[in-house]
Antibody
Framework: EEQLVESGGGLVQPGGSLRLSCAAS????????MIWVRQAPGKGLEWVAN????????YYVDSVKGRFTISRDNAKNSLYLQMNSLRAEDTAVYYC??????????WGKGTTVTVSS | QSALTQPPSASGSPGQSVTISCTGT?????????VSWYQQDPGKAPKLMIY???KRPSGVPDRFSGSKSGNTASLTVSGLQAEDEADYYC??????????FGTGTRVTVL
């Protein structure tokens, strides 16, 4: 079964940092673009970032540019999101997902990030 | 990177049809045939229902259909069932490897 499992969420103070991880199983990560999507409490989905199969190209939503970094380790079948200078508005459930030709076909269950003092 | 516009809610009785609109711009929905739709139950991860405007993944009932005209895409659920009650989100490719989601629509089965 193809699966994505996120970890690393938690409570962090404004201005702090957090690193999310996503472990893939049941498929070979290096064959796919990968995406992070977030959902603030009671709000809609928001594309955050994506990364090419080999990690050479990365793209971000404007609101996280310069603060978040998406990366991957294909040897470990893992995806990451390094989040720095966190703000209250970054509070959300963060989903790791697999991109296949412009749509998301596999989603993780999500990990919750809360930015609060 | 503005969100696509969806109605906040839609409803129908069992057996009826409901159609959800998703309005974007000529830079996203209007330019690319890469509109997808996702169903999300409360507290759960989204599930792909439609991709490339009108294609259904295996396992998705044919009661779900998608279309597009100009800058607006639509999802129609025919023969509504109680299990279709959920939040629905559209998404579109917006060029330069970026994506935009819709504001979301809660479908209620009366």
């Amino acid at each position: 079964e193809e699966q994505l499992v996120e970890s690393g969420g938690g409570l962090v103070q404004p201005g702090g940092s957090l690193r999310l991880s996503c472990a893939a199983s049941g498929f070979t990560l290096r064959n796919y673009w990968m995406i992070w999507v977030r959902q603030a409490p009671g709000k809609g989905l928001e594309w955050v970032a994506n990364v090419k199969e080999d990690g050479s190209d990365k793209y971000y939503v404007d609101s996280v540019k310069g603060r978040f970094t998406i990366s991957r380790d294909n040897a470990k079948n893992s995806l990451y999101l390094q989040m720095n200078s966190l703000r209250a508005e970054d509070t959300a459930v963060y989903y790791c997902a697999r991109d296949f030709s412009y749509y998301i076909e596999v989603w993780g269950k999500g990990t919750t990030v809360t930015v609060s003092s | 990177q503005s969100a696509l516009t969806q109605p906040p809610s839609a409803s129908g009785s069992p057996g009826q049809s409901v159609t959800i609109s998703c309005t974007g711009t000529s830079s996203d929905v209007g330019r690319y045939n890469y509109v997808s739709w996702y169903q999300q139950d409360p507290g759960k991860a989204p599930k792909l229902m439609i991709y490339e405007v009108s294609k259904r993944p295996s396992g998705v009932p044919d009661r779900f259909s998608g279309s597009k005209s100009g800058n607006t895409a639509s999802l129609t659920v025919s023969g509504l069932q109680a299990e279709d009650e959920a939040d629905y989100y559209c998404s579109s490719y917006a060029g330069s490897h970026t994506y935009v989601f819709g504001t979301g629509t809660r479908v209620t089965v009366l």
